[in-house]
């Protein structure tokens, strides 16, 4: 029998999650504000060139969350290691996913060359084409670094050093801003690229991360860098443990593909609704993702602490980390729901100063509020199953709910009952529901099988 969580206990590791999380939640919104960097100066270009950086970033971030959450399975299987107290598998554990780093990074800079040509078959307007095909050739060039930098972030993380990749993040950022504008205005000799130097610059940010990631972690000194060096006598690769890592990670990316694939889908959804419509679930959207970076911040965090433990197969200790995980996410999506309840008309007047698209966005955030609980839960529940290594049925949890559930129960919704762009959030809500119950049902099943198996 499982005691319950003590508040001593919960004060614990409610403080080694917020160690975890915090840094990780700085890493997420300075990842998130590359892509409104690139907007913004784009958008000071033209409008042609914003919507040309729009629709390429739309066609090449699906693929980069695939790629990383494939990847990001290094960070449970490093986790089980150390909960093991088998640190000398680390460095083996991380060659062997910069291997398959390697490769896909190289799948990633092909796919990516080739989507320009099917922009037309997209419906994308002629002219925007060439300049959406320029910016993406160009960020392609980083797509090899972005798969490796994930590898390195997984390892940090997993080592419970995540500091290192914040820092690497904010300079990224940083460094951003000036290389847009090198190429997006020709200077110091480059050429002259409008809204498509924002791939370039952004492929150079992705090399200038993994650079100095690198760096970092081969001349550390602290003692978790120093006794997991992974640069001494590499590998060659080793087909269990790729196949390990593969089986692991491709539940998770595909994952994550579903449900920003579904976010990605909902303008088109409501765009025959008219620009209002479709505006104020731009609006809305980008109030509720930036909010999300919360959430699942809490859940990578959570994902390290549940695979030492489960690697430590210390039962106790796992289920208090997950009540303590879940406790403060009903707590944080109650502050974030009480937040956007409180600020609507301040968050709709800063993104426009049309009354009617503000009075749409205000309505629509009212359907955010259960989507924040809803959402919240989900994604850490998710996080805890990722830390126990059970990702295909979550996989499978998510594509019945986001597209055999939310996706045509939206577009039926929007499309045949007059219910306006609120009939997709509907949609959403109901999906997030769906899977909240569902990957708790899972999780509960995980809790006995663990139960039954280590006592």
Known sequence: MVLPLSFTDFKSY??????????????????????????????????????AVAVGSG????????????????????????GQNKHSQVPHITQQSIWTASVIGICGFIIVNLMPNVLGLMGVP????PIAAQYLHGVSFGFPALAIYA??????????????????????LLADIPLNYIFIHGLFGMPEMGGAGCGV????????????????????????????????????????QITKLLKLGIPI?????????????????????????TASHQVALAVTSQLFMIPISVAMALTIMVSNRFGEKNLLALRHVQATGLIWTVLIALVCMLGIWMFRPQ?????????????????????ALAYQLFDGWQVNVAGILRGMQDTTIPMWVTLFCYWMVALPLGVYLVRFTGVGAQGFWMALITGLFLSSILLTLRLRYQQRRLTAIWT
């Open 151 to 172: 590898v390195l972030r997984s390892y940090c993380e997993a080592l419970s050093r995540p500091e290192p990749v914040t820092v690497v993040s904010i300079i990224g």
């Open 126 to 129: 002629e002219n925007i084409q």
């Open 201 to 240: 610059a952004t492929a150079l940010v992705l090399w200038i991360n993994v650079l100095i990631l690198g760096a970092y972690t081969t001349l550390s000194k602290r003692q978790q860098f120093a006794s997991t060096r992974f640069f001494y006598s590499f590998t060659a690769p080793n087909r269990e």
């Open 347 to 367: 968050l709709a007047a800063a993104f426009t100063d049309n009354p009617e698209l503000r009075a749409q966005a205000m309505h629509l955030l009212i359907f």
């Open 59 to 82: 066609i090449w971030l699906p693929l980069f969350l695939l790629a990383t959450g494939i990847l990001i399975a290094t960070t449970p299987l490093i986790g089980e290691a150390i």
């Open 14 to 51: 409610s403080l080694r999650l917020g160690v975890l999380a915090l840094p990780i939640l700085i890493t997420q919104f300075c990842q998130a504000a590359l892509g409104v960097v690139d907007s913004i100066m784009a958008g000071r270009v033209s409008a042609l060139d914003l919507a």
């Open 253 to 277: 990316g595909l994952s994550i593909f579903f449900e920003a694939s579904l976010f990605s889908l909902g303008a088109l959804v409501i765009s025959p609704l008219g620009e209002i419509a």
